[in-house]
T-cell receptor
Framework: SQQGEEDPQALSIQEGENATMNCSYKTSINNLQWYRQNSGRGLVHLIL?????REKHSGRLRVTLDTSKKSSSLLITASRAADTASYFCATDDDTGFQKLVFGTGTRLLVSP | DGGITQSPKYLFRKEGQNVTLSCEQNLNHDAMYWYRQDPGQGLRLIYYSQIVNDFQKGDIAEGYSVSREKKESFPLTVTSAQKNPTAFYLC????????????FGPGTRLTVT
């Protein structure tokens, strides 16, 4: 089952602009993670935010988490062509084991 | 270099044949996972293993089998019972105490005709 739904499904912006992607999930979580996938490649972990955190930063990435709304957002500031990829949110399924449930992803295209 | 390797990158098989996808990690991680990804879709969990000689079914285990005889290795067999095996297969691993961050291999694209 896929718990997360990303919005929008696709996003096209110019270099230098900010990109915001949203993720909604259904059940209670311990943490939420964001991953990036370049076309035809494996996923790369970007950032993890715990359920008791509201905001986290890592370089040009900013993640927020609202557990009352069961939603998260990923902001990429000053985007670059190299940021072109698909972005997925993933949540643990609250079973006590590190099994992740992935969303459907947002495809980001950054044009030079 | 530490990481996860999957081989081969591309695999072609005829319908009705079983095929085994390789996944090896040298990260000393206890847990390993297999996911399936279809075009434009997210990842769906096929099987996972928390420790050597133990594994559990994920959300879409039908038509697949795995083994975990060594900590480093978690091969996936796609059997002829899998109705629609053509997909991109991703292997991942994780270690306890990190909150579940997973490390992914480069994937194997399987095409069955």
């Amino acid at each position: 089952s896929q718990q997360g739904e990303e919005d929008p499904q696709a996003l096209s912006i110019q270099e230098g602009e900010n990109a915001t992607m949203n993720c909604s999930y259904k059940t209670s979580i311990n943490n939420l993670q964001w991953y990036r996938q370049n076309s035809g490649r494996g996923l790369v972990h970007l950032i993890l935010i715990r359920s008791n955190e509201r905001e986290k930063h890592s370089g040009r990435l900013r993640v927020t988490l609202d557990t009352s709304k069961k939603s998260s957002s990923l902001l990429i500031t000053a985007s670059r062509a190299a940021d072109t990829a698909s972005y997925f949110c993933a949540t643990d399924d609250d079973t006590g084991f590190q099994k992740l449930v992935f969303g459907t992803g947002t495809r980001l295209l950054v044009s030079p | 270099d530490g990481g996860i390797t999957q081989s081969p990158k591309y695999l072609f098989r005829k319908e009705g044949q079983n095929v085994t996808l390789s996944c090896e990690q040298n990260l000393n991680h206890d847990a390993m996972y297999w996911y399936r990804q279809d075009p434009g879709q997210g990842l769906r969990l096929i099987y996972y293993s928390q420790i050597v000689n133990d594994f559990q079914k994920g959300d879409i285990a039908e038509g697949y089998s795995v083994s975990r005889e060594k900590k480093e290795s978690f091969p996936l067999t796609v059997t002829s019972a899998q109705k629609n095996p053509t997909a991109f297969y991703l292997c991942a691993s994780s270690r306890p105490g990190t909150g579940g961050e997973q490390y992914f291999g480069p994937g194997t694209r399987l095409t069955v005709t």
